[in-house]
């Protein structure tokens, strides 16, 4: 994959990460090794094969690191340790020793917005107002004995605690168990700087940044503005000393390595996303946004219905907005969001796997590096929640307590939002076979209830049918790798107001592709734009022989590549 910064024809600079595809695992679900209903680094091991066979290149694992697991290791006690539930330092070295043998990279999540409450530093920080470690974190005494300002966790109620043992609040925009770093600190930076060294010295291949854009805070803390929209994301994002940190955590560490950074910039617009990832400022490689994966989202958990022209605009609107100088990153789900194929697909029996078909073939068509959640190679589905109990996601439990048990929202309307919008649909056990609990562990007892459609829906099933979601994953993947109009090419979309189909080109010189996908279930006689011609089918998800056409004839849910 080396590309020596070579130049494309529309002046995009050449490298791994861009030509790279991405799969993400989420280690509690993946798989478990030693039958404590736990997934584990060795379990992931055992299965490195069924990845490498997708034709993926880099793997993103998420926290793997020593936690209380309030948040499921998005709360870390200590940054150097792996989660006793994963294994071992020596799982975790074994483990990376097999990525680097099929070929393949590995990046670690980063997350150093926040840490635990039970990291060393945080347990020392609250002790007293001189305790060396007490400016790691942000401290501020009450206002008229209330919160220093008016700003929410996103896990509901107050982003301040009081503490007793000095009386004043700490910030934590994540749970109280979540305090955040005060990155104003220098010391702080450089701890962070020296773990990241840690793990790239071993030889991780770079990050995924968790919440990075929080990392700067105004000192001043002003409660919200007057045009606050209840989308406390965006000011949490708009910190005034964002870019310095990030140009001097490239100086310190990631110029030294050949790294893939990739930043979760919830709470960061269009327009400020050349100043994170525009290669000339030495920042980030590319950045998450939210705009797609939240499209149908309302207020906080709640859903809201979307149109296929609301998706396509998103798609427009980021490829006008960023030049050649600025990579794109592209993804239909993670572990903090609802399953693909249930959030933008139709997964009904009889249309779930041509969606997820159709929905692979725009994640590795659209511009961008493309992340695929783990379990999205088989179509699984969101999980038929139907009582509080269920669930484990911090959260949905905060919410719950915050506004059902004070009777605010009904149960019945809580639980129908959550199946729509809840982030434990993503993280459900990885369903490997028929056997009980789909044979993602031995125990009784996963961690998490296994979709009862397991049966159905498994890897067994998918390596054995030729026809199956997981190969046409492969397939397309195969195409991309012998395109590079598929990776670097103009993106034009075809048809941006039509209701029902999304068809795009992706051009580099000579080399001309045309997308095809119909959104919905209905046959749909498709008439090109005028002097657009389908050419040579390269791949589909449903038997088709209409070549050299301008008349597509596409059945529901249908998608198409052609050589234009
Ligand atoms: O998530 C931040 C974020 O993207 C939000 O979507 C968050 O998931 C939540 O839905 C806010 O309403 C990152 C991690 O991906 C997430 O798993 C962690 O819970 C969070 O940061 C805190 O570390
Ligand atoms: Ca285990």
């Known amino acids: 994959m080396n590309t020596r910064n070579e130049t494309t ?31 584990d680094l060795k379990g992931i091991t055992s299965e490195l094969d069924y990845i490498k066979g997708l034709g993926v290149d880099v793997i993103w694992l998420s926290p793997h690191f020593d936690s209380p697991n309030a948040d499921n290791g998005y709360d870390i006690r200590d940054y150097r340790k792996v989660m006793t539930e994963f294994g071992t330092m020596a799982d975790f070295d074994e483990l990376l020793k097999g990525v680097k043998q099929r070929g393949m990279k590995m990046i670690l999540d980063l997350v150093v917005n926040h840490t635990s409450d039970e990291h060393v530093w945080f347990v020392e920080s609250r002790k007293s107002k001189d305790n060396p470690y007490r400016d790691y974190y942000i401290w501020r005494p009450g206002k008229d004995n209330k919160e220093p300002n008016d700003w929410i966790s996103f896990f509901s109620g107050s982003a301040w605690k009081r503490d007793d043992a000095t009386g004043e609040y700490y910030l934590h925009l994540f749970s109280e168990k979540q305090p955040d770093l005060n990155w104003e600190n220098p010391g702080v930076r450089s701890e962070v700087y020296d773990l990241m060294k840690f793990w790239l010295d071993k030889g991780a291949d770079g990050f995924r940044m968790d919440v990075i854009p929080f990392i700067s805070k105004h000192q001043g803390f002003p409660n919200y503005p007057d045009d606050y929209d209840g989308r406390p994301e965006f000011i949490y994002a708009a910190g005034p000393k964002l870019h310095d940190y990030l140009q001097e955590m490239n100086r310190e560490v990631l110029s030294k390595y050949d790294v893939m950074t990739v930043g979760e910039a919830f709470g960061v617009t269009l327009e400020q996303t050349p100043l994170l990832v525009d290669e ?285």
């Open 9 to 39: 024809a529309n002046g995009y600079t050449r490298k791994w990460w861009k030509e790279a595809i991405v799969y993400q695992i989420y280690p509690r679900s993946f798989k478990d090794s030693n039958g404590d209903g736990i997934g």
């Open 280 to 564: 000339r400022r030495h920042e980030l490689n590319m950045i998450f946004h939210f705009d797609v994966v939240r499209l149908d989202r309302g207020e906080a958990w709640r859903w809201k219905p979307w149109t296929l022209p609301d998706l396509k605009a998103i798609y427009s609107r980021f490829d006008k907005g960023l030049d050649a100088h600025s990579w794109h990153t592209v993804f239909l789900s993670n572990h903090d969001n609802p399953r693909a194929v249930s959030h933008f697909g139709d997964d009904s029996p009889g249309y779930r796997v041509q969606s997820a078909k159709l929905l692979a073939t725009m994640l590795l068509t659209l511009k961008g590096t493309p992340f695929i959640y783990q379990g999205d190679e088989l179509g699984m589905t969101n999980f038929p929640f139907s009582r509080i109990e269920e669930f484990d996601d911090i959260e949905v439990k905060n919410a719950w307590k915050a506004e059902v048990l004070t009777n605010q929202v009904s149960p019945d309307e809580f639980i129908a939002h959550m199946l729509k919008t809840s982030r434990d649909h993503s993280r459900t056990p990885m369903q490997w076979n028929d056997s009980p609990n789909a044979g993602f562990t031995s125990s009784s007892k996963p961690w998490l209830a296994v979709n009862p459609n397991y049966k159905e829906i498994n890897a067994k099933q998918a390596l054995a049918d030729p026809d199956s979601i997981y190969n046409h994953f492969k397939k397309v993947i195969a195409l991309r790798k012998d395109a590079p109009a598929l990776v670097y090419g103009d993106y034009k979309d075809l048809d941006p107001a039509n209701p029902l189909v999304f068809s795009y080109t992706r051009t580099l010189g000579t080399d001309k592709h045309l997308i095809v996908l119909n959104f919905s279930k209905d046959e749909v006689t498709y008439p090109l734009p005028r002097g657009v011609k389908a050419g040579q089918l390269m791949v589909s998800n449903i038997e088709c022989n209409e070549e050299d056409v301008s008349l597509l004839n596409l059945k529901g849910w249908e998608a198409r590549v052609y050589k234009a």
